[in-house]
T-cell receptor, first 116, second 115 residues
Framework: AQTVTQSQPEMSVQEAETVTLSCTYD???????LFWYKQPPSRQMILVIR??????QNATENRFSVNFQKAAKSFSLKISDSQLGDAAMYFC?????????????FGSGTQLTVLP | EPEVTQTPSHQVTQMGQEVILRCVPI?????FYWYRQILGQKVEFLVS????????KSEIFDDQFSVERPDGSNFTLKIRSTKLEDSAMYFC?????????????FGSGTQLSVL
């Protein structure tokens, strides 16, 4: 079974600065997808960014980018120019690319505080 | 952007009672999911549903749980006899189902409190 580990329960960053959230995972599969989800106080889960394991290029979405290290099974999220609205719980998630498997396996989350 | 709608936002029930949590997925989506999050813990997969049947379920999804798409728009999760440990936030999600990396749209959740 796959596991996802987020070793930072809490992080803080000054507004306009850059922060990196860590995520590692364990899998024996070669094809899979990785995601970062944001959960603001409203509790709704919002997709921030996704990465296909077969792609070497790191995904980017505006101020959000990832550092995907497949051999190290590491998938960190970098938030540049942090804004107050970025404050939320961030979850890393894994999904197999095999067959009909579609379930997401989530990490325990990192609570990000943005300081004005 | 289209949204997944969940009702109610908060439900309180007595242990042993049946509850039905309701979701309206996005209209052209083909895959539907339930996840739950016990306070302070990870978000956990419960079940996925496609073509009017369960396609995957986790160990959590035992005989006390069932899902249904009764009318082509709603997607429900029923817990037959609630236990204290069923208290959690329950999230419904849907996806287009075109590829396995497609985006999941989550609802805002139903907070279930079992007393």
């Amino acid at each position: 079974a796959q596991t996802v580990t987020q070793s930072q329960p809490e992080m803080s960053v000054q507004e306009a600065e850059t922060v990196t959230l860590s995520c590692t995972y364990d899998t024996s599969e070669s094809d899979y997808y990785l995601f970062w989800y944001k959960q603001p106080p409203s509790r709704q889960m919002i997709l921030v960014i996704r990465q296909e394991a077969y792609k070497q290029q790191n995904a980017t979405e505006n101020r959000f980018s990832v550092n995907f290290q497949k051999a190290a099974k590491s998938f960190s999220l970098k938030i540049s120019d942090s804004q107050l609205g970025d404050a939320a719980m961030y979850f890393c998630a894994y999904r197999s690319a095999h067959g009909s498997a579609r379930q997401l396996t989530f990490g325990s989350g990192t609570q990000l505080t943005v300081l004005p | 952007e289209p949204e997944v709608t969940q009702t109610p936002s908060h439900q309180v029930t007595q242990m042993g009672q049946e509850v039905i949590l309701r979701c309206v997925p996005i209209s052209n989506h083909l895959y539907f999911y339930w996840y739950r999050q016990i306070l302070g813990q990870k978000v956990e997969f419960l079940v996925s549903f496609y073509n009017n049947e369960i396609s995957e379920k986790s160990e959590i999804f035992d005989d006390q749980f069932s899902v249904e798409r009764p009318d082509g728009s709603n997607f429900t999760l029923k817990i037959r006899s609630t236990k204290l440990e069923d208290s959690a936030m329950y999230f419904c999600a849907s996806s287009e189902g075109i590829a396995t990396n497609e985006k999941l749209f989550f609802g805002s959740g139903t907070q279930l409190s079992v007393l």
